[in-house]
Nanobody
Framework: QLQLVESGGGLVQPGESLRLSCAAS????????IAWFRQAPGKEREKVST????????NYADSVKGRFTISRDNAKNTVYLLMNSLKIEDTAVYSC???????????????????WGQGTQVTVSS
C-alpha cells in the first residue's frame, strides 16, 4: 500500500527551526521526486520544495529560499524539510507528495503529484 506519512510539525516562535519528515512506503521510493506543499487557512496550496529521486537536485519557492532545506535518505525512504528562521507567514499544514511520473516534477503543479500524506501542522507564533 502506497503511503506517505508526515511528522515533525509543532508550535514555534519566529526565528526558530523545525525539521519535518515524510516517511514513504509501498513504492520504489528512490525512483520518484518528492515535494513538500503547504496550505494556510484561506490560501491556496503552495509548492514549497521539490527534490529529485536521487536527491542531487532541489528546487524551492522564492518565499522559503535560503531558509528551508530539503533532503532525502533513500536508505530510510524518508524526505526531510529543515525549516530555519521561521516566520509567522510560514504557518500552514505541510504535506508531502510523490510525483506521478518518474520525471523531475520541479515545475509541475500539485495536480502532477499523488499519494498525499495527511499533513502536519506548523504554527509560528510569538
Amino acid at each position: 500500500q502506497l503511503q506517505l506519512v508526515e511528522s515533525g510539525g509543532g508550535l514555534v516562535q519566529p526565528g526558530e527551526s523545525l525539521r519535518l519528515s515524510c516517511a514513504a512506503s509501498g513504492f520504489s521510493f528512490d525512483s520518484y521526486s518528492i515535494a513538500w506543499f503547504r496550505q494556510a487557512p484561506g490560501k491556496e496550496r503552495e509548492k514549497v520544495s521539490t527534490i529529485s529521486a536521487s536527491g542531487d537536485r532541489t528546487n524551492y519557492a522564492d518565499s522559503v529560499k535560503g531558509r528551508f532545506t530539503i533532503s532525502r535518505d533513500n536508505a530510510k525512504n524518508t524526505v526531510y524539510l529543515l525549516m530555519n528562521s521561521l516566520k509567522i507567514e510560514d504557518t500552514a499544514v505541510y504535506s508531502c507528495a510523490k510525483c506521478r511520473s518518474r520525471a523531475s516534477c520541479f515545475y509541475i503543479p500539485a495536480s502532477g503529484f499523488d499519494s498525499w500524506g495527511q499533513g502536519t501542522q506548523v504554527t509560528v507564533s510569538s
